[in-house]
């Protein structure tokens, strides 16, 4: 079965940084096309933060944390990473990826819909 496992949540500082981890394991012996991070603050809707394609060529990010966040992925390990600069107390939630084996148009790449393979998420708190 396929598993997704996060890692690197933490409690910071507002302005501070955090490097979140996803690896990749499981029955699947191919790479995820999208692997994509996807954040839930208590009462709100699970939200798209940032995807990105096996090729590594083309990433979208939210309007809320572009400039701010960087996704990266090591198609070796299986592994994706989401690098947060400059966090902001808004940035509190609980953040997951999630992995698709199936192409997703880039339109609909930060919908929670599309995707099958979820991890457990990792806690991410920024206290001003």
């Known amino acids: 079965q396929a598993q997704l496992v996060e890692s690197g949540g933490d409690s910071v500082q507002a302005g501070g940084s955090l490097k979140l981890s996803c690896a990749a394991s499981?029955?699947?012996?191919?790479?995820?096309?999208?692997m994509t991070w996807f954040r839930q603050a208590p009462g709100k809707e699970r939200e798209g933060v940032a995807a990105?394609?096996?090729?590594?060529?083309?990433?979208r990010y939210a309007d809320a944390v572009k400039g701010r966040f960087t996704i990266s992925r090591d198609n070796h390990e299986n592994t994706v990473y989401l690098q947060m600069t400059n966090l902001k107390p808004e940035d509190t939630a609980t953040y997951y990826c999630?992995?698709?084996?199936?192409?997703?148009?880039?339109?609909?790449?930060?919908?929670?819909?599309?995707?099958?393979?979820w991890g457990q998420g990792t806690q991410v708190t920024v206290s001003s």
């Open positions: 990105i394609y096996i090729g590594r060529d083309n990433l």
């Open positions: 499981g029955s699947s012996r191919s790479p995820y096309l999208m």
């Open positions: 999630a992995g698709s084996l199936w192409y997703i148009s880039i339109e609909q790449t930060l919908d929670p819909d599309r995707y099958k393979y």
